[in-house]
């Protein structure tokens, strides 16, 4: 028995001083793990944030609009949008094709840089969805119920 | 108690009785379960057919996270107890979880491409159960790193502890950080995220990797035992 008791101190020895440092390193790289930024933390921190960036949030209700522009000598469609946090928002111009999950009032995150007129031009739409799952008749019932509460 | 249990020919024994009960276990709700999950669920409202791979995906994540959980477990019974079947059961296992992990990081990605809109993202959930299959590629091949076999058993249940950490952060890296992938819709189990009509096929899909799972391990562990009786028998005889 006094042996096992004496390999488990040893691998706690072992053991304790890992983890201890695992959870120091992941709890102080915190802000450095997120794989995007909500509009509020990029408006609090732009200054910092010249180049590259990601941004996520909800596509603003209604706030979808489609015009043509020229981009390389090709006359092309641009979409705009605005995402928000329900605090802040953000303007986001893109060329280029968007995901199918691509909806007013769904989760996006793009990739791209801020101008100076704080317009984000994205290079990249990527469409989040929740945690949510359902029939489509399910849905329209949640809805019509939401609708019934709104009144 | 346990250590009744931890008897190989005792282990032996008992699954030779359950494997053909696994077995038809795992064909009922394997055919039920695809059927279920193909022919017999509604699309989602807002995914349409795409949600299907979830019945694939979900469950393999769940047992890719499990199955570590177990190696790790025996990893301490290795090392503190010195149980030989322990040793056995953590190289029985890691190839199975590993190919877990692969079949979770590749319908995730089929999954991603239609919803999300890419293949892969380098976000804290993504990328954490990489890690993971980098954990268990490197217990399979810590474990048969050294000449001697308990040497490699040793180092293997060393490194399976050390991953542990990997544990909680694939769990609620979806909580803890901004990621593309949602956080979980079955962490709350009086009312999950997912509608009945489609819980119902996950839960029979999860049933049946579970037996799957069981009966792989058994056979896995049966041929390591018989294994290591033939090394004793031709080392005894060289002797």
């Avoid at chain 1, 043509?68 to 995402?83: L, P, Q, R």
């Avoid at chain 2, 009960?21 to 055919?31: A, E, G, P, W």
Wanted: net charge positive.
């Amino acid at each position: 028995m006094k042996k096992k008791n004496k390999r488990l101190k040893t691998l706690l020895l072992f053991l304790v001083p890992i983890f201890t440092g695992a959870t120091i390193i992941f709890y102080n790289l915190k802000d450095n793990m997120v794989f995007f930024y909500s509009p509020t933390e990029i408006l609090d921190k732009s200054d910092e944030i010249k180049s590259f960036v990601r941004l996520g949030g909800m596509v603003k209700k209604g706030s979808v609009s489609k015009e043509n522009t020229f981009f390389n000598g090709a006359n092309v469609e641009e979409v705009s949008f605005i995402i928000t946090d329900f605090k802040n928002e953000i303007e986001v111009k893109y060329i280029g094709i968007l995901p199918d999950l691509f909806k007013e009032e769904q989760g996006v995150v793009v990739q791209g840089n801020i101008d100076e007129m704080k317009v984000m031009r994205a290079t990249e739409v990527l469409a989040k969805h929740d945690e949510n799952y359902m029939p489509p008749e399910i849905e329209a019932i949640e809805s019509i119920k939401e609708k019934i509460n709104d009144i | 108690m346990i250590f009744k249990f931890a008897n190989p020919n005792k282990f032996l024994r008992i699954s030779k009785f359950l494997f053909p009960y696994f077995n038809v276990f795992f064909l009922i709700s394997f055919v039920y379960g695809l059927y279920l999950s193909f022919f017999n669920s509604p699309p989602d409202y807002l995914q349409g057919e795409t949600v299907r791979i979830m019945y694939i995906h979900v469950p393999c994540a769940w047992f890719s996270l499990m199955l570590y959980s177990s190696i790790a477990i025996c990893g301490f019974f290795s090392l503190v107890f010195r149980h030989t079947l322990a040793d056995i059961a953590i190289r029985a296992i890691a190839p199975l979880g590993a190919c877990f992990t692969i079949a979770t990081l590749i319908t995730g990605s089929i999954w991603g491409k239609p919803t999300w809109g890419t293949w892969w993202v380098w976000d804290a959930r993504l990328t954490s159960e990489l890690v993971l299959l980098f954990l268990y590629v490197g217990i399979i091949s810590l474990s048969n790193a050294f000449e001697s076999k308990s040497k490699g058993d040793k180092y293997a249940a060393m490194l399976s502890l050390v991953g542990i950490i990997n544990l909680p952060i694939i769990k609620w890296s979806v909580d803890w950080w901004n990621t593309l992938h949602q956080p979980a819709s079955i962490s709350k189990f009086s009312s999950p995220s997912i509608d009945t009509v489609m819980l119902i096929p996950l839960f029979v899909m999860t049933l049946s990797f579970l037996f799957l799972s069981l009966n792989i391990i058994i056979i896995r562990i049966k041929s390591e035992i018989l294994q290591r009786k033939i090394d004793i028998l031709n080392s005894s005889k060289i002797n």
